[in-house]
């Protein structure tokens, strides 16, 4: 832990994952919704393709197949069809749109508040996610997250990891790039902002995908300048 | 007071002089350096010339006549302007960066606080200014400014009274016009958005401009949805 971090003033998070605990979350939405539908499927499998359906949706737009549009946006386009075939059925539009919000309604890991509270004391605080920011203010509501600031793709009208949305966040916080600290989970998120000249601070969140096929990142490279089991581990050992 | 505001989900708010009292918090800030470097001057007119210097600055950006650049670099720009002329000499570009952020440091309005976190517990609060998100952010800090989202002209590249940005600012809540209200003690400000189909809220404020020869707003027309005398009553009159 060489990497000199004394200069940073303000830390932006990945909030998916990062945060909140979007699978479990996710699950216990759809499952109650389903039970109530009386249908029966497997909802673990729905729920991460509901999640894939969004992170192919940002590569879409990073590759052109598609125009910038926002997280709502595809996760309303991918429910749709997974609630088809998955037969769904029964369930107004607005119903469905109330149940897409369930994204705006994910539950922080237990040491987020605490850890991100604690933080604000010493540093400003934001989002730097790739969810709207309609999302990310009404999931800050809902979850008692107290950003300074949200921020994320839509500001810069692309996706993390595009350089644009790491050296735009810098600027609309008016600091140098080496002032910044984005702080996630997942390492190739990370290994972005590093390349945009960032710091970076890994957060281990071994049960993101639950006992899904994807693997959570466990241990970082010497690109990562501080890695924390949790957020109250971050705050303390950035001093906060 | 017949306008329809059940369907207000945000409140988005003008900042200087509707949240904060720019003009005590500057002139005591430079009545202190010039006292500290020993100069006279009419410090009152130095404020409001100040103050000038970036609603020009705002001015020129609209109408083409440069580029977009951030308020925190229109008033530095002023600032070394005015101190060339009053004689203030023996400052380092250190610490006039730092007076500068005279702008970050401002004071709310007594009621200022109590009034926005009420609204907060009922409504998406927050900034539509002409600031910077760098400076607004920090004096939320500083004031204890309790937003949800923080935005402003630089998000969308521009400056109010420009339509692009009241439009900009629905769009990144995710709302409708009609479900975003501007609150602003500038009529000039309401009327703009207006215009744009959100709705509108008067907060007086008639000591924004001290004994200078600007003269507050006292009363609005039909295009005001709602008046109120400060904050507090804000937060009454919209049920929160």
């Keep these: 832990m060489t990497s000199d971090l004394s200069q940073v003033k303000a830390i932006v998070f990945d909030v998916f ?3 909140v605990d979007w699978r479990s979350s996710i699950l216990q939405e759809i499952t109650a919704v389903a039970g109530r539908l009386g249908v029966q499927g497997n909802w673990e499998d729905f729920s991460d393709r509901w999640r894939a359906g969004y992170y192919e949706g940002t590569k879409d737009v990073l ?5 910038w549009i926002k997280a709502d946006t595809m996760h309303l386009e ?3 069809l997974l609630m088809d075939e998955y037969g769904m059925t029964g369930l107004s539009e607005e119903e ?4 897409n919000k369930a994204w705006h309604r994910l539950t922080p890991w237990p040491d987020s508040v605490e850890g991100l509270t604690r933080l604000k004391k010493k540093f400003i605080i934001g989002t730097l996610s790739n ?3 309609g999302l990310l203010v009404h999931m800050a509501k809902h979850a008692g997250l107290p950003w300074d600031i949200v921020m994320g ?3 810069f009208q692309s996706y993390k990891p595009d350089s644009k949305v790491y ?3 810098v600027d609309l916080l008016g600091y140098q790039p080496h002032e910044v600290m984005v702080a996630a989970s997942h390492l190739s998120d990370l290994y972005a902002a590093k390349s945009n000249g960032l710091k970076t601070g890994f957060v281990v969140r071994p049960d993101e995908f639950g006992n899904s096929e994807m693997q959570a990142d466990l241990v970082g490279d010497e690109r990562i300048d501080v890695s924390a089991k949790d957020f109250v581990d971050l705050a303390r050992k950035m001093g906060a």
Tied chains: 1, 2.
């Excluded at 590759?63 to 125009?67: A, L, V």
């Excluded at 469905?96 to 149940?99: F, K, P, Q």
Aim: hydrophobic residues 30%; positive net charge; proline residues 0%.
């Design 63 to 67: 590759s052109q197949k598609r125009t």
């Design 78 to 80: 991918r429910l749709h």
């Design 153 to 155: 793709g839509e500001n």
């Design 167 to 169: 050296i735009g966040a």
């Design 96 to 99: 469905i749109v109330h149940l």
């Design 131 to 133: 969810g709207n920011n």
């Design 17 to 19: 994952g990062t945060v």
